[in-house]
């Protein structure tokens, strides 16, 4: 177990540093671009620590079961954190998306004709009303 947390700090603060760099040197950029170099860097990362037997997969799977064993937290039980997790998780970040859209659109619109403001809201408020959705969701996953 901790090989797999040294595992993930060396693989954070790489990305990390990476990021630090990048924005020092001012490199403007594609997203895809820096997504799949983020990607492909842990893939090999994960990769070297198994191929040198830091890492093994089979030996993680025994440890969480134990672990899990001793806290009685069932399987069940783990999927559901976690896709109460997923779904907050991706509904705040399809809010991110969408409120970035919106608002720059409502601010343009806002500017060259100051009474549509408050319909302007109210479509900023729709695309916000993603991420509370995603919550209330988890709740449900959570308590019911």
Do not use: C, H, Q, R
Request: hydrophobic content about 55%.
């Amino acid at each position: 177990m901790k090989s797999i947390i040294f595992l993930a700090l060396i693989i954070a603060s790489t990305t990390i540093l990476y990021g630090i760099k990048m924005m020092k040197s001012s490199k403007k950029g594609n997203l895809k671009v820096a997504m799949m170099t983020s990607l492909s860097l842990f893939s090999l990362a994960v990769l070297s620590f198994m191929g040198l037997g830091i890492v093994n997969p089979l030996m993680a799977a025994t440890e969480v079961t134990t672990a899990a064993a001793a806290t009685s937290i069932s399987l069940g039980e783990g999927f559901k954190y976690v896709a109460a997790a997923l779904s907050t998780g991706l509904a705040t970040i399809g809010t991110g998306m969408a409120v970035g859209s919106v608002g720059s659109s409502a601010i343009g619109a806002v500017s060259e004709d100051p009474t549509i403001l408050g319909k302007t809201l109210i479509f900023v408020g729709m695309a916000e009303g993603i991420a509370i959705y995603g919550m209330i969701i988890s709740i449900l996953i959570l308590f019911v």
